[in-house]
């Protein structure tokens, strides 16, 4: 079997595609239009965008339109998508309460309140055993014990419980339980201390066992012994206050309980709407129904709940009962919303702040379950005072600031513990103050702002919309934080003199100067506003002697000091820095702020060199810990990496925050993002190091690295990379650079073993090699492939098992190998197929390898062969001192003979191998694959002839005669059998 001869110019080409020259890129935006048909249809030629042709200037929305569309967006939105979203942000609220206002594992309160709470408790658990147990008259009830807490508390057990339907006298099951309750008391009254988890775990019973009741059979029952007395109860809670930190875990899970009593109402008054007793449908009333479409039975059980809720003499019991049920209102008002003036005005009569804070609160909350219509009919109102939608909320702000201006006033605040003591009640209310802002300011438009905050208190009339008297700090705070930037930014001066005029306990001064700066970032302002304010802030954030203040203020304003290229401020912001840190550097919290305020300078700067120049950059950079300062370096050594860097002080300065990079990682973790992205960027900060003609001190400087980042294998095969560019690039120089060429070539030799994966070896092995071989030192060439050789074998593994994704990986490395060999000059000593021989001997001892990959690589191997058998190489390494097989051993007989030998044995192995593949697809495949290497490789014969026709057979016996793959193939065999003489 011999060789086909090929002319591989020839051949590309008669398979290249013609070539025509244009003076335009097709997809040049400057490029004429193209061509249409007459036919093509004109909306069809409109309707075409390319995006590669669109124009540099993209069409802006002004800020109108957005606010035309929030509008309309708010107003067209289903009433159920509006109560799902104030429930998803209720419920977020509540989480975020309990989670700040945490307490220890028990709460102490107060004496007189503590049994109530827990007679109420027991006596909603024994009330709905006795609903849940008694289907009928007569029957005995036996109420086990129910452990409150086994190690201190109170133990409740009822047994003999019978419950008569006769005539005679009866002590009803209730009083029974309560004169067992009331026994309790006397022999508990000194207990004041309940565990936090028996607290909370008893209201969340208490909640599902009303729901249980509220569903059960007798109904009527459930009503009269379970929800008219428990709720009552319930609402109770609230008014204890001593133990003021548990307080918000009280109002979350007490209000729970009052919203499932709300839900369950509602449901039920809108059944008796809608059907009869019966059981027959009355109607169904629509989403926005009115008075007039509500059934009398229905207004009647409705104005029945209110009545009992009216009778309740507790105030504050009796205000959380009614706005739990507030959204049934809708049935006896077309306007329910005007009960919401009436119900702010009875917290009025609340004497505790905490209570009454969050009393408001939960007002806040259940007016958002109103019908948004409701909303909007009282929103289109003339907005003066208090007469529009949000009139209720300003009232409740009002009466907190009366409240905070009381407290903050008293003349027991001088007392160190009674200051500390109101600051802490102060932090308690601040959760209510900021959900009713938030709620006031929600979906108000500009209009309404303005009047807003004229009812606030905060000016005299429209023109002026900041008055010039002080103001609550923590009111003002929260204020701020929900206006809109229009609004911020038209009076950002205005704001800033009444921060500065608010001077009290309530919230610190610093955080309102804070959050100005963040809420003028938000909109781009006048440039005298902008230099009014922050000439004002630095003269504000001089007097500052701590650290922590000065940084949290001017961390606020960096981004506006650079937005509008105040170049002097940022200077004189790190000098200050530096002066009021002294010996004691930065703390934790300074540390954030720190970090901030550089990140934020970073992010304005493009280059290095704009960094650097930055005065007393460096030392502040040294105040930061280790955490914060490997964000900054990465930061940095992101933006400098970005051009090349050619500047040695650069190069050093960046060396040495790689290098800090590097060490700050104590366990390398492939998987881990933060190391993966330290370890690109100190890869890429190395490839971008240029030191131009001076290619000695660019090595040294790998040879530095290397010490420096050798324990990751991204960085070390990058090292190789750069120090096989630097051997091409001193090659190309023209001038003879052998000794440095072997110089990078002993480099990378070095280098390459101490990289972890074997796959990654290979490639820098023969990448090495390619290097070798361009610059005319083969005896490198094959040092470095035998290198090669050697980790192929070391890739087996001890169980014989190996990932097919590293198998197919390992192929495509063989097959690499195989297009490297032929510029690979043979070894006259060893022979001229003593690589492809030593290849092939290492891949039939992989126990792993299957029939499917082993053929690929023979495969290779054959094409090897016959691309060395030749008059004429495809490609050469273009080094005039290396003499490839071509021009070493073409016309020396023994060497055609070497290459024939070698490819009839792998050629008769190819066969047995495709018969040995189990799966029958794949079989058919390899097939077709060995058969069109044949017909490339050999003449035409007999021999090749039998052999491609058996191949072909066994693929229509595995895939069909109608496979593409198969139909391609017989075609080539039938074109080479036509072309070819068969040799006899």
């Given at each position: 079997?011999?060789?086909?001869?090929?002319?591989?110019?020839?051949?590309?080409?008669?398979?290249?595609?013609?070539?025509?020259?244009?003076?335009?890129?097709?997809?040049?935006?400057?490029?004429?239009?193209?061509?249409?048909?007459?036919?093509?249809?004109?909306?069809?030629?409109?309707?075409?965008?390319?995006?590669?042709?669109?124009?540099?200037?993209?069409?802006?929305?002004?800020?109108?339109?957005?606010?035309?569309?929030?509008?309309?967006?708010?107003?067209?939105?289903?009433?159920?998508?509006?109560?799902?979203?104030?429930?998803?942000?209720?419920?977020?609220?509540?989480?975020?309460?309990?989670?700040?206002?945490?307490?220890?594992?028990?709460?102490?309160?107060?004496?007189?309140?503590?049994?109530?709470?827990?007679?109420?408790?027991?006596?909603?658990?024994?009330?709905?055993?006795?609903?849940?147990?008694?289907?009928?008259?007569?029957?005995?009830?036996?109420?086990?014990?129910?452990?409150?807490?086994?190690?201190?508390?109170?133990?409740?057990?009822?047994?003999?419980?019978?419950?008569?339907?006769?005539?005679?006298?009866?002590?009803?099951?209730?009083?029974?339980?309560?004169?067992?309750?009331?026994?309790?008391?006397?022999?508990?009254?000194?207990?004041?201390?309940?565990?936090?988890?028996?607290?909370?775990?008893?209201?969340?019973?208490?909640?599902?066992?009303?729901?249980?009741?509220?569903?059960?059979?007798?109904?009527?029952?459930?009503?009269?012994?379970?929800?008219?007395?428990?709720?009552?109860?319930?609402?109770?809670?609230?008014?204890?206050?001593?133990?003021?930190?548990?307080?918000?875990?009280?109002?979350?899970?007490?209000?729970?309980?009052?919203?499932?009593?709300?839900?369950?109402?509602?449901?039920?008054?809108?059944?008796?709407?809608?059907?009869?007793?019966?059981?027959?449908?009355?109607?169904?009333?629509?989403?926005?129904?009115?008075?007039?479409?509500?059934?009398?039975?229905?207004?009647?059980?409705?104005?029945?709940?209110?009545?009992?809720?009216?009778?309740?003499?507790?105030?504050?019991?009796?205000?959380?009962?009614?706005?739990?049920?507030?959204?049934?209102?809708?049935?006896?008002?077309?306007?329910?919303?005007?009960?919401?003036?009436?119900?702010?005005?009875?917290?009025?009569?609340?004497?505790?702040?905490?209570?009454?804070?969050?009393?408001?609160?939960?007002?806040?909350?259940?007016?958002?379950?109103?019908?948004?219509?409701?909303?909007?009919?009282?929103?289109?109102?003339?907005?003066?005072?208090?007469?529009?939608?949000?009139?209720?909320?300003?009232?409740?702000?009002?009466?907190?600031?009366?409240?905070?201006?009381?407290?903050?006033?008293?003349?027991?605040?001088?007392?160190?513990?009674?200051?500390?003591?109101?600051?802490?009640?102060?932090?308690?209310?601040?959760?209510?103050?900021?959900?009713?802002?938030?709620?006031?300011?929600?979906?108000?438009?500009?209009?309404?702002?303005?009047?807003?905050?004229?009812?606030?208190?905060?000016?005299?009339?429209?023109?002026?919309?900041?008055?010039?008297?002080?103001?609550?700090?923590?009111?003002?705070?929260?204020?701020?934080?929900?206006?809109?930037?229009?609004?911020?930014?038209?009076?950002?001066?205005?704001?800033?003199?009444?921060?500065?005029?608010?001077?009290?306990?309530?919230?610190?001064?610093?955080?309102?100067?804070r959050l100005l700066g963040f809420r003028l970032f938000e909109?781009?302002?006048?440039?005298?506003?902008?230099?009014?304010?922050?000439?004002?802030?630095?003269?504000?954030?001089?007097?500052?002697?701590?650290?922590?203040?000065?940084?949290?203020?001017?961390?606020?304003?960096?981004?506006?000091?650079?937005?509008?290229?105040?170049?002097?401020?940022?200077?004189?912001?790190?000098?200050?820095?530096?002066?009021?840190?002294?010996?004691?550097?930065?703390?934790?919290?300074?540390?954030a702020c720190l970090q901030s305020i550089l990140m934020k300078?970073?992010?304005?700067?493009?280059?290095?060199?704009?960094?650097?120049?930055?005065?007393?950059?460096?030392?502040?950079?040294?105040?930061?810990?280790?955490?914060?300062?490997?964000?900054?370096?990465?930061?940095?050594?992101?933006?400098?990496?970005?051009?090349?860097?050619?500047?040695?002080?650069?190069?050093?300065?960046?060396?040495?925050?790689?290098?800090?990079?590097?060490?700050?990682?104590?366990?390398?973790?492939v998987k881990d993002v933060d190391f993966q992205q330290q370890?690109?960027?100190?890869?890429?900060?190395?490839?971008?190091?240029?030191?131009?003609?001076?290619?000695?001190?660019?090595?040294?400087?790998?040879?530095?690295?290397?010490?420096?980042?050798?324990?990751?294998?991204?960085?070390?095969?990058?090292?190789?990379?750069?120090?096989?560019?630097?051997?091409?690039?001193?090659?190309?120089?023209?001038?003879?650079?052998?000794?440095?060429?072997?110089?990078?070539?002993?480099?990378?030799?070095?280098?390459?073993?101490?990289?972890?994966?074997?796959?990654?070896?290979?490639?820098?092995?023969?990448?090495?090699?390619?290097?070798?071989?361009?610059?005319?030192?083969?005896?490198?060439?094959?040092?470095?492939?035998?290198?090669?050789?050697?980790?192929?074998?070391?890739?087996?593994?001890?169980?014989?098992?190996?990932?097919?994704?590293?198998?197919?990986?390992?192929?495509?490395?063989?097959?690499?190998?195989?297009?490297?060999?032929?510029?690979?000059?043979?070894?006259?000593?060893?022979?001229?197929?003593?690589?492809?021989?030593?290849?092939?001997?290492?891949?039939?001892?992989?126990?792993?390898?299957?029939?499917?990959?082993?053929?690929?690589?023979?495969?290779?191997?054959?094409?090897?062969?016959?691309?060395?058998?030749?008059?004429?190489?495809?490609?050469?390494?273009?080094?005039?001192?290396?003499?490839?097989?071509?021009?070493?051993?073409?016309?020396?007989?023994?060497?055609?003979?070497?290459?024939?030998?070698?490819?009839?044995?792998?050629?008769?192995?190819?066969?047995?191998?495709?018969?040995?593949?189990?799966?029958?697809?794949?079989?058919?495949?390899?097939?077709?694959?060995?058969?069109?290497?044949?017909?490339?490789?050999?003449?035409?014969?007999?021999?090749?002839?039998?052999?491609?026709?058996?191949?072909?057979?066994?693929?229509?016996?595995?895939?069909?005669?109608?496979?593409?793959?198969?139909?391609?193939?017989?075609?080539?065999?039938?074109?080479?059998?036509?072309?070819?003489?068969?040799?006899?």
């Open positions: 079997m011999a060789f086909r001869i090929r002319d591989y110019e020839a051949e590309e080409e008669a398979h290249s595609l013609p070539r025509l020259r244009t003076d335009f890129h097709p997809l040049a935006s400057s490029s004429p239009s193209p061509k249409v048909d007459d036919d093509v249809v004109e909306h069809e030629k409109s309707e075409f965008f390319d995006p590669l042709r669109r124009p540099e200037t993209t069409e802006m929305v002004s800020v109108e339109d957005l606010q035309e569309f929030d509008i309309a967006s708010v107003t067209k939105a289903s009433s159920s998508d509006g109560f799902q979203h104030a429930e998803r942000e209720w419920n977020l609220f509540k989480r975020l309460l309990m989670q700040r206002f945490s307490v220890s594992k028990t709460v102490s309160i107060s004496s007189h309140l503590d049994m109530s709470l827990w007679k109420a408790l027991g006596f909603i658990y024994l009330t709905v055993m006795t609903i849940s147990c008694c289907s009928t008259p007569g029957t005995f009830v036996f109420c086990l014990h129910h452990n409150f807490d086994s190690r201190a508390l109170l133990v409740v057990q009822r047994s003999d419980i019978i419950l008569k339907s006769g005539k005679g006298s009866e002590k009803s099951s209730t009083s029974m339980h309560l004169e067992d309750l009331d026994d309790l008391q006397k022999v508990s009254e000194d207990v004041k201390v309940i565990p936090k988890e028996e607290y909370i775990s008893r209201l969340h019973e208490l909640k599902d066992d009303i729901a249980r009741a509220w569903h059960a059979d007798d109904r009527v029952t459930s009503l009269k012994l379970s929800i008219k007395a428990i709720l009552r109860l319930v609402a109770r809670l609230l008014m204890d206050t001593t133990a003021s930190q548990f307080y918000p875990t009280v109002f979350v899970l007490a209000t729970d309980i009052l919203d499932t009593l709300g839900k369950m109402v509602w449901e039920r008054i809108k059944q008796k709407a809608e059907f009869q007793e019966d059981g027959s449908k009355l109607c169904s009333l629509p989403e926005r129904f009115k008075v007039a479409d509500v059934s009398s039975d229905a207004k009647e059980t409705c104005n029945n709940w209110f009545c009992k809720i009216g009778s309740v003499k507790e105030l504050l019991p009796r205000i959380y009962l009614e706005l739990a049920i507030l959204p049934c209102w809708r049935f006896l008002l077309d306007e329910p919303v005007d009960c919401l003036q009436r119900l702010v005005m009875m917290t009025r009569g609340i004497a505790d702040p905490l209570a009454s804070s969050y009393c408001c609160l939960y007002l806040a909350h259940c007016a958002q379950k109103l019908h948004p219509r409701d909303m909007v009919i009282c929103a289109n109102r003339e907005p003066f005072s208090t007469n529009f939608g949000a009139g209720y909320l300003i009232t409740c702000i009002n009466d907190i600031k009366t409240m905070l201006i009381r407290m903050i006033s008293s003349k027991e605040m001088t007392n160190g513990k009674v200051l500390e003591n109101k600051k802490l009640l102060i932090s308690l209310v601040e959760p209510a103050i900021e959900y009713i802002m938030k709620s006031l300011f929600e979906n108000a438009i500009q209009r309404q702002v303005s009047n807003i905050i004229l009812d606030l208190g905060l000016g005299g009339n429209p023109s002026v919309m900041f008055g010039k008297f002080p103001y609550i700090s923590i009111l003002l705070h929260h204020l701020l934080k929900q206006l809109p930037a229009e609004i911020v930014s038209s009076n950002a001066v205005a704001i800033l003199q009444l921060i500065e005029c608010s001077k009290d306990c309530s919230y610190d001064q610093h955080l309102n100067y909109k781009s302002c006048q440039i005298d506003v902008v230099n009014a304010v922050v000439e004002k802030i630095m003269q504000v954030v001089t007097e500052y002697s701590g650290l922590n203040q000065y940084l949290m203020v001017v961390d606020a304003y960096v981004d506006i000091i650079i937005q509008n290229q105040m170049d002097s401020y940022p200077g004189k912001i790190l000098e200050d820095i530096l002066k009021r840190s002294g010996e004691k550097g930065a703390g934790e919290n300074e540390s300078l970073l992010s304005h700067f493009n280059n290095l060199e704009s960094i650097l120049a930055l005065n007393h950059f460096l030392e502040v950079l040294d105040m930061l810990d280790a955490s914060p300062r490997g964000v900054v370096n990465t930061n940095i050594l992101s933006i400098a990496t970005r051009n090349y860097i050619c500047d040695p002080t650069a190069t050093q300065f960046l060396f040495e925050i790689s290098q800090s990079l590097h060490d700050g990682i104590e366990f390398p973790n370890a690109r960027l100190i890869s890429r900060f190395v490839q971008m190091v240029d030191y131009g003609p001076e290619v000695e001190r660019h090595l040294t400087f790998l040879v530095d690295c290397r010490g420096a980042f050798g324990t990751t294998n991204e960085i070390k095969e990058t090292l190789v990379h750069s120090s096989n560019y630097l051997a091409i690039k001193a090659m190309r120089d023209g001038k003879k650079q052998t000794g440095f060429v072997k110089s990078c070539l002993a480099f990378s030799e070095v280098t390459i073993p101490s990289v972890s994966a074997s796959a990654k070896q290979l490639n820098l092995y023969l990448e090495t090699a390619e290097v070798a071989l361009l610059g005319g030192l083969v005896s490198h060439s094959y040092g470095l492939l035998d290198s090669a050789f050697s980790c192929l074998q070391s890739s087996d593994t001890p169980d014989g098992t190996k990932q097919s994704t590293d198998v197919e990986g390992l192929v495509l490395i063989l097959q690499k190998i195989c297009g490297l060999l032929v510029m690979v000059p043979g070894n006259p000593d060893l022979g001229s197929t003593y690589l492809p021989k030593a290849m092939i001997s290492i891949v039939s001892s992989y126990s792993w390898i299957t029939p499917k990959f082993k053929a690929r690589i023979l495969c290779a191997v054959v094409l090897l062969l016959a691309t060395l058998s030749q008059s004429r190489l495809p490609y050469c390494g273009n080094h005039p001192e290396v003499y490839t097989n071509d021009l070493l051993f073409f016309g020396d007989p023994s060497y055609c003979r070497e290459l024939e030998l070698l490819s009839n044995d792998i050629l008769q192995n190819l066969v047995n191998i495709v018969h040995q593949e189990p799966s029958q697809v794949t079989r058919g495949n390899m097939a077709l694959e060995t058969c069109n290497c044949i017909l490339s490789s050999y003449r035409s014969t007999h021999e090749i002839l039998a052999i491609c026709t058996k191949l072909t057979a066994t693929a229509k016996a595995c895939s069909g005669t109608n496979d593409n793959f198969l139909k391609a193939t017989i075609r080539s065999l039938d074109e080479h059998l036509s072309t070819s003489q068969v040799c006899m």
